[in-house]
Antibody
Framework: QVQFVQSGAEVKKPGASVKVSCKAS????????MHWVRQAPGQRLEWMGWINTGNGNTKYSQKFQDRVTITRDTSATTAYMELSSLIYEDTAVYYC??????????????WGQGTLVTVSS | DIQMTQSPSSLSASVGDRVTITCRASQSISSWLAWYQQIPGKVPNLLIYKASTLKSGVPARFSGSGSGTEFTLTISSLQPEDFATFFCLQYSDHTVTFGGGTKVEIK
């Protein structure tokens, strides 16, 4: 069955970067887009961006455009989200989420278990 | 960006009650709206997509309606396992935005 295993919780200092991984299994990795979403405590979910896992093209939310990089390793069937210049407000659970198709599909069909990133001095 | 306003933010209901949750979009999104359930500590679970299409395996007591800017999720008879947070997601115009969520609690 479709499964995602995200990397473990992280604690980072302000100004640092964090890279979260999402290993996919149970389907053809390159046939479906992968999105990243976060949820800060008490806040609504926020969409960060997505990657076309087939050709590597990306699109980012304007809010995160300058600080986020989404990549993938097709041989490892893993997607990555790196967020730089962390601030306290980046403390959140970060989710990978697979779309319902590939090449520009935005319906989030399956979600990873989430990775807690805490920004603390 | 398209803004999604979800109401109510919370509600109390009893097992067997009919429950309705609404999402309004700041501009027309046609039928590009999905509903999810999230139980605390669990992964969001897709219930309905394209405003009214029930995902396979989701109980028929869940239904969705609407188009354009106003959408509704209805639970026809609330069950004990339905006490959770529900949220909408719009996926039109090459972006994704979320409603603020509705926490359904036991009365």
């Amino acid at each position: 069955q479709v499964q995602f295993v995200q990397s473990g919780a992280e604690v980072k200092k302000p100004g640092a970067s964090v890279k979260v991984s999402c290993k996919a299994s149970g389907y053809t990795f390159t046939s479906y887009d992968m999105h990243w979403v976060r949820q800060a405590p008490g806040q609504r979910l926020e969409w960060m961006g997505w990657i076309n896992t087939g050709n590597g093209n990306t699109k980012y939310s304007q809010k995160f455009q300058d600080r986020v990089t989404i990549t993938r390793d097709t041989s490892a069937t893993t997607a990555y989200m790196e967020l730089s210049s962390l601030i306290y407000e980046d403390t959140a659970v970060y989710y990978c989420a697979r779309s319902d198709c590939g090449g520009g599909c935005y319906l989030l069909w399956n979600w990873g278990q989430g990775t807690l990133v805490t920004v603390s001095s | 960006d398209i803004q999604m306003t979800q109401s109510p933010s919370s509600l109390s209901a009893s097992v067997g009650d009919r429950v309705t949750i609404t999402c309004r979009a700041s501009q027309s999104i046609s039928s590009w709206l999905a509903w999810y359930q999230q139980i605390p500590g669990k992964v969001p679970n897709l219930l309905i997509y394209k405003a009214s299409t029930l995902k396979s395996g989701v109980p028929a007591r869940f239904s969705g309606s609407g188009s354009g800017t106003e959408f509704t999720l209805t639970i026809s008879s609330l069950q004990p396992e339905d006490f959770a947070t529900f949220f909408c997601l719009q996926y039109s115009d090459h972006t994704v935005t979320f409603g603020g969520g509705t926490k359904v609690e036991i009365k």
